[in-house]
């Protein structure tokens, strides 16, 4: 009676080990955009970028400076022109704060507004402070290859969870597969419809890591749109003072 209570007390320890290691496999295409966001993102990233945002009738670049610890907390800043220099953005996980230096006040940003255009761009809220997630807010599932200028690229559908809060009804990725270099995003409508389109190029080296320097973003409903943004420098993986995430900072100039 004792050896078969101690192997039933085995049997019952072995259970949830065999079953969580059936669900720690990931799949393919949660493999492909976990290098994919930590080429672009690393752990954490210090990086300077530009942002062109373009219209039929205007055009305006604005200079920033980034920092992120991935997946809690990030900030953004700009820098130039001097008229919009010392706005910034905070995040820290589904808080968001932006702060306006000519009125020198802090506004929180509800949930409801993290879709709305950041700026002026065609860039969310969401998408400059990255406050939804790509691997832990979706399914992702490989759902073709194509060729592409000699190479095979992968692609890969990213759905949300039912209970995440996003509102995109689904996410493709273009990778190429020989190096998990990013090609492009497609984002869908719940309604099926896409949206816009995020384009990667100018591939280069930058902190120590090649990588797409150009993202284009271009909304479908809006042509002759676009909002370009230029990576010119970055450090990748290295701690970030936690003071950079506080409201105290957001307010400096």
Do not use: C
Request: without cysteine; glycine residues 6%.
């Amino acid at each position: 009676m004792r050896a078969r209570r101690r192997l039933l007390r085995l049997i019952a320890a072995a259970v949830p080990l065999a079953v969580s290691g059936v669900r720690a496999q990931p799949s393919e295409g949660r493999e492909i955009l976990d290098k994919v966001e930590k080429l672009l993102w690393g752990n954490t990233v210090q990086g300077d970028y530009e942002m062109t945002i373009a219209t039929p009738r205007w055009q305006r670049t604005l200079g920033l400076r980034l920092w992120m610890d991935r997946p809690r907390r990030s900030f953004v800043r700009i820098v130039s022109p001097a008229k919009e220099a010392g706005i910034g953005s905070l995040r820290i996980g589904t808080e968001m704060w932006n702060y306006l230096p000519n009125v020198e006040r802090i506004v929180k940003i509800p949930p409801s507004m993290m879709l709305q255009p950041w700026m002026g761009s065609d860039f969310t809220n969401d998408d400059l402070v990255k406050e939804s997630s790509i691997l832990e807010d979706y399914t992702h599932k490989v759902i073709g290859t194509v060729p592409l200028d000699g190479e095979t690229v992968v692609q890969i559908e990213a759905v949300p969870k039912p209970d995440s809060a996003v509102v995109w009804g689904r996410i493709v990725y273009w990778v190429r597969r020989a190096d998990t270099m990013p090609l492009k995003q497609e984002f869908f409508s719940e309604r099926g419809e896409r949206v816009r389109v995020l384009a990667f190029s100018d591939v280069r080296q930058v902190g120590g890591r090649i990588l797409p320097t150009r993202w284009d973003m271009r909304p479908d409903a809006k042509p002759g749109n676009s909002t370009t943004v230029v990576l010119k420098d970055a450090t990748f993986d290295r701690p970030v003072d936690d003071e950079i995430f506080s409201q105290r900072n957001l307010q400096k100039r």
